[in-house]
């Protein structure tokens, strides 16, 4: 008998981390794939994403409206009612065997508030990490608590699910889900890529991506004014901004991004939405990764490219050697940039040593989504029965 899975996709960086294991589901007889698309996807200020979905060859079975476009808390929190109020409906008339959700934002907690209340077992993915500059720290930990099944990008996290009170049985440690594109994505060559952006890449260039920080006090517009000004100091690199997140506070960095780039045409680009494939060429190709994105942590040691991580967003996360950290302040990311463009970092940086594993990770959930009792009620996990 097939197995129903629906998987929740609620923003572009998500869905890219999601892909190969929507390939997978996709491809197995045993599995009827379903696909809900929400948030930032269904926006034509971050890019009607959901076009780049269909584009992969991916059906989507319900679209959810959910983003309004007030920049604030109250309307975050308006967001996820909303969301919460669509995605029940959408479920009810799904009805999957189980849901797949990844990470932490607040999309994803509209959608596992539904299932839960419905009775649709949570399979969740990214569990256990630790972002203390976002109160996507917290929509993570909850999540989990609403989650039957837990695939984790590494061993402390699986450590800390199950310190949760999870059934070790129901934790996985399958590495990071985004790895799989160094092993499996084509990649666009530099020229191609120039193409593509419609941006000449002539000289080595920056990925530079900064989402606000939701729980710290970090001020997302001046963070934002110091990186444009340390970036100044680097003449002989390019820049490639991405937009930020649907966070509290990020559509006010969209007019920096683009006057920053009309200001210095041949040398910094801003785009909207790169898609996934995109991304990862330019990730590769890139001298450094700059700003507070996962992806800068995750990924890019896998490519061997240094990152710059700024302020606290990512503040507790497992890092590799080639990440280096920095306050929010121009002098401070100044210096840096400077290191991580040091032949000493450089060399650190190919080394490509990843603390969360080195891909081949699709597969292995997606063989557990298709065997596991969903079935079992759940019950709370006490440390001393491990002992």
């Not at 491809?27 to 930032?40: D, E, F, N």
């Not at 996985?172 to 000449?200: I, K, Q």
């Not at 040691?301 to 507790?316: A, D, K």
């Not at 990311?333 to 060399?347: K, N, V």
């Amino acid at each position: 008998m097939k197995r129903t899975i629906a998987v929740f996709t609620g923003s572009r960086a998500e869905y890219g981390l999601l892909y190969w294991l929507l390939k997978e589901l996709k491809g197995c007889r045993a599995v009827t794939l379903q696909l809900i698309v929400s948030g930032m996807h269904l926006s034509k200020e971050f890019g009607d994403t959901w076009r780049h979905i269909e584009a992969d060859g991916f059906s989507i079975d319900s679209k959810v409206e959910m983003l309004l476009s007030s920049d604030t808390p109250v309307g975050t929190a308006k967001s996820v009612g909303l969301g919460t109020i669509g995605l029940a409906d959408s479920l009810q008339n799904l009805n999957p065997d189980i849901l797949v959700i990844l990470g932490d934002r607040f999309e994803a907690l509209a959608a596992a508030q539904a299932a839960m209340i419905l009775g649709i077992p949570i399979a969740h993915l990214h569990g256990g990490e630790i972002t203390e500059g976002a109160y996507d720290d917290t929509i993570r930990h909850a999540i989990t608590k609403m989650s039957s099944l837990h695939f984790v990008a590494a061993e402390p996290y699986r450590k800390r699910v199950i310190q949760m009170g999870e059934a070790p049985s129901t934790v996985f440690n399958v590495g990071a889900l985004g790895l799989e594109h160094v092993l499996r994505t084509p990649r666009l060559s530099l020229d191609e890529l120039a193409r593509e952006l419609s941006f000449p890449l002539l000289k080595p260039f920056f990925m530079v991506t900064y989402h606000p920080v939701t729980l710290l006090d970090e001020d997302p517009r001046q963070s934002m004014g110091e990186i444009l000004a340390a970036l100044n100091h680097f003449p002989e690199h390019q820049a490639i901004l991405t937009y930020p997140n649907a966070d509290n506070g990020g559509r006010a960095l969209i007019p920096m991004l683009n006057e920053y780039a009309r200001n210095n045409p041949e040398r910094v680009v801003a785009i909207q939405s790169m898609g996934s494939k995109r991304y990862l060429s330019a990730l590769a190709e890139s001298a450094a990764v700059i700003g507070n994105s996962s992806s800068g942590i995750i990924e890019a040691p896998s490519f061997g490219v240094p990152t710059v991580n700024i302020g606290t967003r990512q503040q507790g996360r497992l890092a590799a050697n080639s990440v280096l950290h920095c306050a929010p302040q121009a002098q401070s990311i100044t210096a840096c940039i400077s290191q991580a463009l040091s032949a000493e970092h450089i060399s650190l940086s190919a080394k490509k040593s990843n603390p969360y594993g080195q891909g081949r990770t699709a597969r292995q959930i997606a063989q557990v989504l298709k065997r596991a009792d969903l079935f079992k009620p759940k019950a709370f996990f006490n440390l001393e029965h491990a002992y």
